[in-house]
């Protein structure tokens, strides 16, 4: 694991992945409060609005895999980060899906404790993480 934890490119692509799903689990901790106490929207809006903002985000990545040949950071990211580890592959899995999981959990109790119940926490939380993972990768690159 030593080894895993020594390679910037595993390191980096880890870290992106733990900071896109971070992203994703702070939208999901604090949208349907903010939504629900400062928009009005009501609990079954809210629930339509989910379903769709997950509908399209499903046809984006089908038609993005269609007509570009990848689709974002999540199913790109892992190959890069495990091939140079065929030996230890499951190993490099586990480490990987564990520091994606923590960057989401890290963000999400964050986000739940440190929440004014206005839209600025989440919108410097996504701001941040998107800031971060684009460092990450433009450094990632450097190291080829």
Known sequence: MLILL????????????????????????????????????????????????GFTNVIGCILNSRLVGVSFVFPNSFPCAVKPFT???GMA??????????????????????NDHTAIPLALMLISCAGLALMIYYWITKQK
Not at 97 to 112: D, K, P, V
């Open 6 to 53: 020594k390679s910037p490119i595993f390191i980096g692509f880890s870290l992106i992945v733990a900071l896109t799903y971070a992203s994703v689990l702070a939208w999901l901790t604090v949208a349907p409060v903010l939504l629900q106490t400062q928009y009005g929207i009501t609990p079954v809006k809210f629930g339509w609005l989910a379903a769709i903002i």
């Open 87 to 89: 030996n230890i592959a």
């Open 93 to 114: 899995a586990s480490l990987y899906s564990f520091i994606q999981i923590l960057g989401g959990a890290l963000a999400s109790n964050l986000l739940a404790y440190g």
